[in-house]
């Protein structure tokens, strides 16, 4: 997935709760470190007392040179976990410091650019022949080539409503147990590179059997969103046991992803 004035690479993280475990940034490749920050706050643009990054989008990061012009930068790196210093040589696959949300971000991502005598190349088609089809790629500067996949599924779960987003993407939603007689059993989808067209669908399983088959189709394309589908409790309140929802994502009749979540229904 592209977007025009997009200057790198983005590797997203699943949620808030990884980037709190941890997650390290290595060199691509070896050189000398010619530039870094660090010390910014690590706060999503977009929320209420988000810090003013102008001039400074890219957070803390660092700079390699790797020689015959060649340079990658890294962005959006933790507050406090940059671990090289200026004019430090690295090799490929050191430590650099860990993913975060400083600078120009609303998630927690690592920023890659690369660049050969001061322009922005893409790592995936160094030729710049490259269309929004995969297979038009022409060069690829990655040693083991990364598949690029075109949309899917991040993470499902079970709640007893329609979870909050924030609390999706915080990686909180998903609930371990749910009561017999909880207002509701929801299962909720959290998506990537949803497009308009796309049908996102369900069914939920339960220890009697079918509980819910349900479809909705995507009236806009997003680069992340959430679905959530479920039935209120019954008066009698839901069997004990497991339930299992399924979720597909499907694309020109195509299956993009897949995936389960389950859930234990006790007292």
Known sequence: ???DGH???DFALISYEDQRL???VLAAAPGRVTSVRDGMVDHPQ????????ADRECGNGVVIDHGNGWETQYCH????TVSVASGQQVGAGDRLGRIGLSGQT???HLHLSVRKDGDVVDPFDTNDRLTCDPEGATESLWSDPLDVPQGGIIATGFSDAVPDYDTIKAGQAAAGSLQPMAPALVAWVYLFGGQEGDVVAV???GPDGPVLGDTQILDRTQAQLFRAMGRRTPQTGWSEGDYTATFTLVRDEKLLDSQSAQITVAP
Do not use: N, S
Request: proline content about 11%; glycine content about 14%.
């Open 1 to 3: 997935m592209t977007y």
């Open 7 to 9: 200057k790198g690479t």
């Open 22 to 24: 941890g997650v390290d």
């Open 46 to 53: 977009g929320t209420p007392d988000a810090p003013r990054v």
């Open 77 to 80: 790196l933790a507050r406090g």
């Open 106 to 108: 609303e998630f927690p």
């Open 203 to 205: 069914e939920i399983m």
